[in-house]
């Protein structure tokens, strides 16, 4: 009967844990707004041919260069195709490059500070020096340099982002491993004859999985950023499949005379960055255990 009582009451403890992090994450507006809105983002890029009132590659030349208007809720480009269906469209290859990039380094990046941070040794130091070579370099200008020597795809430009992008991960789950390894629960393991593989896997990175989470929020941003930059300097996504730095590219020509080819995308992006930023500050403040006592 006791131990029956003791499961029941943790397992009350988890649930108001659960309850605390939710209410926690969703207590201020701008955390709501951001989660509204990438809700919102990724339902457009999923249901991009049924949001896009026109197909993004299909030419007018009659209404080449309209100003907004409710026909063009985001006017026309110089070949006469909407904006509004281009940047629609243009949201499945930002999202998708960002979610993908980030899901792979965040993987590499994990593996390689887990071994690191339990083994130590020689380990580290390779780890270690291969995360300051990386840290070295601009990122920008290393994805420029890589993407120009494999060529602009769309396969390329998910990889070449996550080579960028994995060493933050591999510092930041090192020195938690590397603090980890030494608590009481991990030589209790240790004692009981747990191998390392399953130590770190079982016992290690479950405790690190929160800052983890909060870090890859806020580096899917990044990886749209540097995206559209690549994309804007014509090493993105080869046309005729949209992304929003190829549309702000075309429109550099015209930001005179149509000023909204530019415009559009740029402002449709900003928002988005500020809504992953947004909510990534909320998750970072609604895991943090200091915050939560």
């Known amino acids: 009967m006791k131990k029956e009582y003791q499961e029941h009451a943790d397992l009350i403890k988890v649930a108001d844990k659960r309850v ?5 994450l969703f207590s201020s507006k701008p955390a709501v707004l951001a ?8 339902c457009s890029a999923l249901f991009a041919a049924f949001i896009a009132p026109y197909p993004y590659d299909k030419q007018n030349l009659p209404e080449m260069m309209q100003a907004p208007s409710k026909k063009h809720l985001f006017g026309t480009d110089e070949l006469g195709r909407d904006i509004f269906s281009r940047v629609v469209y243009g949201t499945r290859i930002s999202l998708m490059v960002g979610f993908l990039s980030v899901l792979i380094s965040t993987s590499v990046g ?8 339990y083994y130590g040794g020689v380990v580290d130091q390779l780890v270690t020096g291969f995360t300051d070579i990386v840290y070295s370099f601009p990122v920008s200008l290393l994805a420029i340099a890589v993407v120009a ?3 602009s795809s769309l396969f390329n ?3 070449v982002i996550s080579m960028v992008s994995w060493a933050g991960y591999a510092r930041l789950v090192r020195g938690q491993v590397f603090s980890l390894k030494e608590w009481d629960f991990v030589e209790a393991a240790r004692a009981l004859g747990a191998s390392n593989l399953r130590i770190i896997v079982k016992h290690i990175l479950p405790n690190t999985v929160a800052p983890i989470i909060v870090m890859a929020t806020l580096e899917i941003p990044k990886a749209i950023i540097i995206e559209s930059t690549l994309s804007f300097l014509g090493l993105g996504v ?5 992304s929003w730095g190829a549309i702000m590219n075309a429109g550099r020509a015209f930001i005179l005379d149509a000023p909204w080819i530019t415009m559009a995308p740029g402002l449709v992006m900003m928002v988005l960055v500020l809504a992953f930023n947004l909510f990534g500050d909320a998750l970072r403040d609604a895991l943090d255990p200091r915050l939560n006592d």
Not at 110 to 117: D, E, H, K, R
């Open 20 to 24: 605390n992090f939710w209410s926690k």
């Open 35 to 42: 989660a509204v809105l990438i809700v919102l983002f990724i």
């Open 110 to 117: 994990t593996v390689l500070g887990a071994l690191a941070g």
């Open 149 to 151: 020597a494999l060529g």
């Open 157 to 159: 430009l998910i990889i």
């Open 238 to 242: 080869p046309p005729p499949t949209p």
